[in-house]
């Protein structure tokens, strides 16, 4: 089932030299598992919204051309244009409708803006902390939006959001090793590259050896313990939010289990589950949710 694009209006090309109909078709692709896709047409244009402008901001600092930093500028120009009710380019027309409904500042949009500004000139993570704490900028605001959807808005769903946000863009590093190589950037801890016996040259010939393969491994495994501890979320939460959340969930756990059955060789080919595969986790991850519900 494809998800359609709903914008006020779609240029061909945005000032920034993207097509808008083209990103918010990948996103809505990249984000919207089986379970998220049940959910009401508000929800989802609200999401769909969300998703729409973080996959901008991210093709904004991966794939323009020119002057990235002076393009990102005007990327957070125009936020503040949304959040004041006066942009005019339809993603932002579109994002900033949804920040003034659910009333939520500038600092999540932001800070998606900041992990891009990051990328242009970080390509190396020498620490697990290091890396994590830029998935709290990449990732976790996304989580945060989210639940501001879905009505919940406290430190401690928060702060287990973070985990499973973190989580999940754990995972899409581990999928995009070969192309995130390709781009000039390892998003894997050199402490663990070092621990596993692992360098750029192995990343580089593109096969995966027994050292990357045990490196993987233990990358994966802390990316389960992760969403694993981010389980009460989906506990905690009720009726549509239970069904999105339990989707990302289970859309990560889905996704670790295909970089398992392939014996964590995520360099020889692309690696990805199947929508079967992840509508059963999903389910799952629900199911357990209404198991453990306070």
């Keep these: 089932m494809k998800f359609a694009v709903e914008l006020d209006s779609a240029p061909k090309a945005t000032p920034v030299g993207l097509d808008t109909a083209a990103v918010m078709a990948k996103a809505g692709a990249e984000n919207f598992p089986v379970a998220t896709r049940l959910v009401p047409r508000r929800i989802r244009k ?58 939520v500042d ?32 990449s990732a976790n605001p996304v ?30 590093h581990f999928q995009d090793v070969a192309e995130d190589f390709a781009a000039g950037r390892i998003y894997l801890p050199e402490e663990d590259l070092t621990r596993f016996g692992v360098d750029a040259g192995t990343i580089a010939a593109g096969a995966a050896t027994a050292s990357f ?14 969403l694993g501890s981010g389980r009460p979320l989906v506990a905690s939460l009720t009726g549509w939010g239970r069904v999105a959340v339990a989707g990302f969930v289970g ?3 889905a996704q670790l289990d295909a970089i ?25 991850a629900w199911a357990l949710a209404r198991r453990d519900r306070p």
Aim: glycine share 6%.
């Design 46 to 103: 609200q999401l769909l919204a969300i998703y729409g402008y973080a996959r901008f901001v991210d093709d904004v600092g991966d794939v323009v051309p020119g002057d990235r930093f002076a393009q990102l500028d005007w990327v957070e120009a125009e936020i503040d244009r949304a959040l004041a009710g006066s942009a005019t380019h339809p993603v932002f027309v579109a994002v900033g409708r949804v920040a003034r409904e659910l009333n």
């Design 106 to 137: 500038r600092d999540p949009f932001v800070d998606l803006i900041e992990a891009n500004r990051q990328d242009q000139v970080v390509t190396r993570y020498r620490t697990y902390k290091l890396l994590e704490a830029y998935c709290a900028l």
């Design 143 to 172: 989580g945060r939006l989210v639940l501001a959807i879905f009505g919940r808005r406290d430190a401690a769903s928060d702060e287990l959001s973070d985990r499973v946000c973190t989580a999940l863009q754990l995972v899409e």
């Design 213 to 226: 393969r045990r490196l993987m491994a233990f990358e994966s495994a802390r990316a389960r313990r992760l």
């Design 251 to 253: 859309g990560g756990l």
């Design 260 to 284: 398992e059955r392939r014996g964590f060789d995520v360099l020889s080919a692309p690696v990805k589950a199947s929508k079967a595969h992840v509508a059963s986790r999903s389910l799952g």
